[in-house]
């Protein structure tokens, strides 16, 4: 992960949340987080374009971004 | 002995007149009674002729006559002559005031403190500068063929919308912290001015 940070960060901003977190509470509801990692998507307008069960891989993750950035 | 003759005659020198007076002479014994009767006859005619005559003026509206809006001036009082003429005066008084504040106007040099308008035709290129000198903004205004204006201020604030320009908020870095909340939050409300991937993790 940060390899790939590293090399969007400029196009896609990359953020880490605790789920022990209290408050993203109804974060976790709302995008149907239930185990960890998962990971959501947003896009520049703040709409959730893609929630992530688990690690995709980079390839599956690049080609959102990519999907995204277009 | 009366006859009927005699009646006749009687009856015929009654002052009458008209078709009464002959018909009388006409039949014998009987003329007061017809006159009397033509007479009714008459009567009830000119009655009758005074009605119609009075339905027809009551029904019958001048066409010349103007339609006017009744006015409520009151708990049913209808307009007097006074308040129609105070109104009459008084709309040809905001008349003349508005003529005379046209007149005022078109008279008036146009404001030169907003925009000053300077060049030759042909020179058509608007400039416009912000004080704070925050920016810039140079049009082409190809239909202005009074020159060039520009336009100074010392308040940019003057041009600022009333809506929050959405480039003017401040956008929000993630940290890469162990829980950016506050990166979450951006993220959800287009605050960060660019996609962004969450990754919701775990400590254990």
Redesign the interface.
Do not use: C, M
């Given at each position: 992960m940060d390899t790939m940070r590293a090399d969007w960060n400029e196009r896609v901003a990359f953020v880490k949340v605790n789920v022990d977190d209290r408050s993203i509470g109804e974060a976790l509801g709302t995008y149907s987080v239930r185990g960890t990692p998962a990971f959501v998507l947003f896009d520049a307008e703040g709409m959730a374009t893609k929630v992530f069960s688990g690690w995709p891989g980079e390839p599956e993750v690049t080609g959102y971004l990519t999907q995204l950035l277009q | 002995m009366k006859n009927s003759r005699l009646d006749v005659h009687d009856v015929a020198n009654e002052p009458m007149i008209g078709r009464a007076r002959k018909h009388a002479v006409r039949h014998d014994g009987k003329g007061l009674e017809f006159m009397i009767r033509t007479k009714w006859k008459q009567g009830l005619g000119t009655v009758a002729l005074g009605l119609v005559l009075a339905g027809v003026a009551g029904c019958t509206r001048p066409t010349d006559e103007p339609t006017v809006p009744e006015v409520d001036s009151g708990p049913g009082a209808p307009l007097s002559e006074a308040q129609d003429s105070a109104t009459e005066e008084a709309l040809r008084q905001i008349a003349q005031a508005t003529n005379d504040a046209l007149r005022e106007a078109d008279s008036e040099p146009a404001p030169t403190n907003a925009m000053s308008i300077q060049g030759t035709p042909g020179q058509a290129t608007a400039t416009m500068q912000d004080g704070d000198g925050d920016g810039s903004a140079t049009e082409d205004a190809g239909d202005i063929d009074a020159g060039s204006a520009s336009e100074e201020t010392d308040d940019a604030d003057a041009f600022a919308p009333d809506a929050p320009d959405a480039s003017r908020v401040a956008l929000y870095?993630?940290t890469?912290?162990?829980?950016?909340?506050d990166?979450?939050v951006a993220?959800?409300?287009?605050?960060?001015?660019?996609?962004?991937?969450?990754?919701?993790?775990?400590?254990w």
């Open positions: - | 870095e993630p890469w912290a162990n829980s950016d909340a990166g979450l993220a959800v409300e287009g605050r960060i001015g660019r996609p962004a991937l969450i990754w919701f993790h775990a400590d």
